[in-house]
């Protein structure tokens, strides 16, 4: 893997997106360089990569698959507030914090590639290279490791 281009490509390919522009990797250097992440902050980026909103607001439902988040509405935000906190993240390594948002599904699309940046960024802060294997490769070893703590 290496650098930030082959991360975005393989985030973007995960959703059969086959291309990288640089209005994506400038909102990836933007949101891996802030200190913290706060719901706007990726609302912010949300927008810039899928030009949707949060699902804060009834009827904003959806369905991935098999899986049903909650449904939309105010609870969306105060749970995705929740997930940000510094002692959850504290506590919490970068698979569970992607595990937990991916289950809470806080947008109407880019989730699964605002929820790789949200991992990307928090192996940063743990002073981990999040671009050393690529995100598939990372993601499972961190799996095997939270498996083997339960």
Known sequence: MGD???FIAESNRIEGIHR???YEVKAHEHFL???EVRVIDLENFVKQ???VPL???RGQDVRVGDHRPPPGGPMIRVALERLLLGPYLEETSPWELHVAYEALHPFLDGNGRSGRALWAWQRL???RDPFALGFLHSAYYEALEAGGER
Request: aromatic fraction near 0%; avoid cysteine; proline fraction near 0%.
């Open 4 to 6: 930030l281009h082959d």
């Open 33 to 35: 360089d802030l200190r």
């Open 20 to 22: 990288v522009t640089e």
């Open 49 to 51: 990569i899928a030009a």
């Open 125 to 127: 802060r743990e002073g």
């Open 55 to 57: 699902r804060d607001h």
